[in-house]
């Protein structure tokens, strides 16, 4: 067993990850740093982010730093921790220019001034962007940034398996190699988590075969709480039948939505914000046209409305969505600067993740988590369009400067028993030994279907109680798994095992949790509980982890400038 030793072990290589990595390589040379990626190190999910990245770049035009604070409490439907987002917002400029000063080609205006565009739920056009590709050169950028520096190792298609937790700190990592088909532990002095969301415990998603939840999973089952997972985001304009990501960024630069009556229907729900409402209220405006009949039916169920763009005109297409109108040709055939394309809500962002505080840090004090995989409580219910990649930029920033300061400020030397890796060696080897009848491929259909249809958009108690039944099967019918192949070096049969492993223990928690919160606040509808309960619920939920299942309690949300109001758009 390969044993190697480093200060900082970062999990995951995304936006938030990589953003760490700087942070920490640029201001100490000396550190060593690992990154491990189950993906090769520009394969991770933030390429695919397309829209924007939030700012206030135009203070003495019209923004403020209080108004992106307000746009986002109130997109959160006041679940958002006021002192995080005041953080946040005053942040989010340096990393936009710090970006522009590494070399990111951003989107310009006639006069060379960086280029903004409007963003649902934003009362300002504040979407910094580079054409509809913004997340790929954030993380090219990045990237081409760390390459500069000679301090960090790169563990690239490395699955992690197991942290180790000892004495209520972190000490390192059990993890296996694809490429060289091996196992190996790194021992670390401090960890960022930065592994993303779970959106692939839905069937209908935007998001990579990837992202199937390990870091939450990983952190949940070492004691490490988290918070606030019922709150899926589902973004309204899905690619049917593919689920592929069709940016908000069509409705920023003027595209309409439409029944199959030719209506613009948000006039309906959001008539001031019209198709830039904020997320969980244009999708639960798509379901109540397509269920109320008003939508075009599609393949598998996947009924749907038209996001049209062909008035924006051939230029402005090509110009600012060119991935959009890319994608639409290659999957389904449709080129947007003639015809409507065929969309519907899909399941889009963890709003929850691992319990962290405003500097990233967990219950273990030398384990931090950044990105989508943590929650620090900015998001609340419901995150606005755009400040996803802004939150990986800035507190991967923070994370990576708390975890140099743990690393330079604290005595510690990790130490990991051997009694502790044989136990992990072992339970590893036994999914090789797995000789079931069950279909491992089946039951992660049958998981995602499942979320799709009792913990979708709206959701109700006997659908929740249906999917945490459901789910509790499945997890003791995974006990019975067949792993066809024996080998060592690219096993994806043992990849797929312990991918699910981790999407149950993640996917049983959001149902759970949801079915606790009985109200509905931001993306989390209930239709037996219509309306948003401040008086019990202006609250985080916070799941630990038993082998029973998640233990739910509650904590209060930090208010510290505007009280909840009634959300209208």
Request: charged content about 30%.
């Amino acid at each position: 067993m390969e044993i190697l030793n480093y200060d900082i072990i970062i999990v995951g290589a995304g936006l938030a990850g990589l953003r760490a990595a700087v942070e920490i390589c640029r201001k100490n040379d000396k550190v060593k740093v690992a990154i491990v990626s189950k993906v090769q190190l520009m394969r991770a999910h933030s390429v695919c982010a397309e829209g924007g990245t939030a700012a206030v770049l135009n203070p003495h035009d019209g923004d403020s730093f209080e108004l992106h604070a307000w746009d986002t409490v109130k997109g959160a439907d006041f679940l958002a921790d006021q002192d995080v987002v005041t953080r946040f917002v005053k942040a989010c400029p340096e990393e936009i220019y710090l970006l522009e000063h590494w070399g990111i080609p951003w989107s310009r205006k006639e006069d060379g001034r960086i280029n903004q565009r409007p963003f649902g739920g934003h009362t300002y056009p504040r979407a910094t962007f580079a054409e509809d590709k913004t997340g790929f050169f954030e993380m090219q950028t990045l990237y081409d940034t760390l390459l500069k520096f000679n301090n960090w190792d790169r563990f690239e298609e490395v699955f992690v398996t197991k942290i180790f937790i000892e004495d209520g700190k972190f000490h390192g990592i059990y993890a296996y190699d694809l490429i060289n088909g091996k196992f190996i532990v790194l021992k670390g002095k401090a960890c960022i988590m930065a592994t993303g969301g779970a959106g692939r415990i839905y069937a209908f998603t935007t998001f990579s075969h990837s992202v199937t939840g390990d870091g939450i999973a990983l952190c949940y089952r070492e004691g490490i709480p988290l918070k606030d997972m019922e709150f899926m985001q589902f973004h309204p304009t899905g690619l049917v039948p593919s689920g592929i990501l069709m940016t908000e960024a069509c409705r920023g630069e003027g595209g309409h939505l439409k029944n199959n009556k030719g209506e613009r229907f948000m006039e309906k729900y959001a008539p001031d914000k019209m198709e830039l409402a904020p997320r969980d209220i244009v999708s639960r405006a798509e379901m109540t046209e397509i269920l109320e009949g008003r939508g075009f039916k599609g393949p598998d169920g996947l009924d749907y409305v038209y996001l049209d763009l062909t008035h924006l005109g051939r230029e402005r297409i090509l110009e600012r969505l060119p991935l959009i109108r890319e994608v639409t040709i290659k999957y389904i055939g449709i080129d947007p600067i003639e015809k409507p394309i065929p969309v519907r809500p899909v399941q889009h962002y963890t709003m929850g993740g691992i319990d962290v505080d405003i500097d990233g840090r967990s219950k273990v004090p030398n384990l931090f988590a950044a990105g989508e995989v943590a929650c620090n409580g900015l998001h609340g219910a419901n995150r606005l369009g755009t400040n996803s990649t802004a939150e990986c930029l800035v507190f991967g920033r923070i994370a990576g400067e708390k975890a140099l300061e743990f690393v330079l400020n604290e005595k510690f030397e990790p130490e990991i028993s051997g009694g502790k890796i044989k136990d992990e060696e072992k339970r590893i080897n036994n999914f090789f030994e797995m000789d079931g009848k069950e279909n491992l491929y089946s039951l992660r259909r049958e998981l995602r279907q499942t979320m799709d249809k009792y913990v979708g958009v709206f959701r109700d108690g006997e659908g929740l109680k249906i999917a945490i039944d459901k789910i509790r099967e499945i997890k003791e019918r995974f006990k019975n798994i067949r792993i066809n192949d024996k080998s060592n070096y690219y096993n994806t049969d043992l990849t797929s095992a312990l991918e699910l492993e981790n999407m149950i223990d993640v996917a049983e928690v959001v149902a759970v949790c949801a079915y606790e919160r009985k109200e509905s606040r931001g993306a989390h509808a209930r239709r037996d509980y219509p309306k948003r309960d401040d008086v019990n619920y202006l609250k985080h939920t916070i799941a630990e982890y038993t082998k029973e299942g998640p233990k739910i309690s509650y904590r209060d949300v930090k208010i510290t400038i505007w009280k909840p109001v009634e959300r209208k758009y």
